[in-house]
């Protein structure tokens, strides 16, 4: 049964995340809601994998791409201190970007932030024993050509997004963004389990990922992190070597708690517990819609994109059925999915360590406790 600090009681939520746990869809998990400024569910069960010990509310997990809004908020808090403009070229701040091709001196910051730089792709992206090496990472960046002219698709950055946002922060402040995300956005909030890649030394106290086998899933997925197999994700996902990498796209360290601490503070305007991190207008620039797509060139699916953020009103957002196009939020492999509606004023944050069919099981399990939070908090 889940460890469960609810201080409205309501049971059905619970019964559901224990229900979940008892079905097999994933090993542990934890959930983290929202009203407002008060945390008003806190959830964790299962194990940490198939052997594993008792899940709780501090078990670090593997975030997947739920790091890429931990991150592109380094490049916020550089826009308001006034080092950089959204509209900026990257060029004006990491002069050699274009080294492969002049098209580049059109990529914006805005373009970065919002999939649509026109190389959603890298060769790095399938080549893991790779992305130790933070050099060799921007050497290809800089040498990539476009795929697509700069601000005329969308198309998710699953990879190169984290690349980009790291390598920008870096130029500007002399930081590498493992060290600026920490300084500046995990520390100042309390996000004390919370951190790109793991920098502890200790990989094996993050709760292990479970590829599901293929009799376990409804079709064997063609979508995801760089296209692989849950067996395969998994693999990666508990690899030491990419678990202590630094790749911002996709292997933030995190907890609900965490992530639900994070969601809140930007539904609240940038502020929580007396910490700010960025100022209300700064957010909504954040969570303003950019882009929407009937197509994406990466996930082949509707998208709605904001500057770090997935927006809400897409058909396949993993927010919730009863979600509203206002919401914002992201999702990781394997249901990590974290979001904020400001028209409730909720913030939820799930997190299990179980991956399987990307359009169907992930979105009907957190759909399933979405939609219960919304019918107990979203009146």
Not at 123 to 142: F, K, N, Q, R
């Amino acid at each position: 049964m889940a460890s469960v600090t609810n201080t409205h009681g309501e049971d059905g939520i619970e019964a559901l995340f224990d229900r979940q746990l008892e079905v097999g869809l994933q090993h542990g998990a934890q959930l983290v809601v929202y009203d407002g400024t008060e945390r008003v569910v806190d959830l964790a069960g299962g194990t940490t994998g198939p052997d594993g010990e008792a899940t709780t509310p501090d078990t670090r997990h593997l975030i997947w791409s739920c790091t890429k809004p931990l991150v592109g908020t380094c490049v916020h808090q550089l826009v308001e201190d006034g080092q950089i403009a959204y509209d900026d070229p990257v060029v004006d701040h990491w002069p050699s970007f274009d080294r492969g091709d002049e098209q580049k001196q059109e990529v914006t910051v805005r373009h970065v932030l919002s999939h649509q730089t026109g190389m959603p792709t890298s060769p790095l992206d399938g080549d893991p024993a790779a992305w130790g090496d933070w050099e060799g990472i921007v050497d290809t960046m800089e040498q990539q050509e476009l795929q697509d002219e700069p601000g005329t698709t969308a198309a998710y950055h699953t990879m190169s997004y984290g690349w980009l946002v790291g390598e920008l922060v870096r130029q500007v402040t002399g930081t590498r963004i493992e060290e600026y995300a920490a300084e500046n956005v995990f520390e100042p909030l309390g996000l004390d389990q919370t951190s790109v890649g793991v920098r502890d030394g200790r990989p094996e106290t993050v709760a292990d990922v479970a590829g599901f086998d293929i009799f376990d899933r409804c079709r064997d997925p063609t979508e995801g992190l760089v296209d692989l197999t849950p067996e395969d994700a998994a693999g990666l996902g508990n690899s030491p070597g990419v678990l202590q990498s630094v790749v911002p796209a996709a292997n933030g360290i995190s907890t609900a708690r965490d992530l639900g601490k994070f969601f809140a503070c930007m539904a609240n305007g940038g502020a929580l517990d007396g910490t700010r991190l960025l100022e209300p207008e700064t957010v909504d620039k954040a969570t303003e819609l950019q882009i929407e797509t009937a197509d994406d060139g990466t996930l082949s699916r509707p998208m709605r994109y904001a500057m770090g953020y997935w927006r809400g009103g897409a058909v396949s957002d993993l927010f919730g059925t009863l979600s509203s196009p206002e919401t914002f939020g992201h999702v990781g492999l394997g249901s990590v999915v974290a979001w904020a509606d400001p028209t409730t004023n909720l913030t939820f944050a799930y997190v299990c360590n179980g991956i399987r069919e990307e359009s169907y099981e992930h979105a009907a399990r957190v759909n399933q406790l979405a939609d219960a939070v919304y019918q107990v908090y979203g009146n």
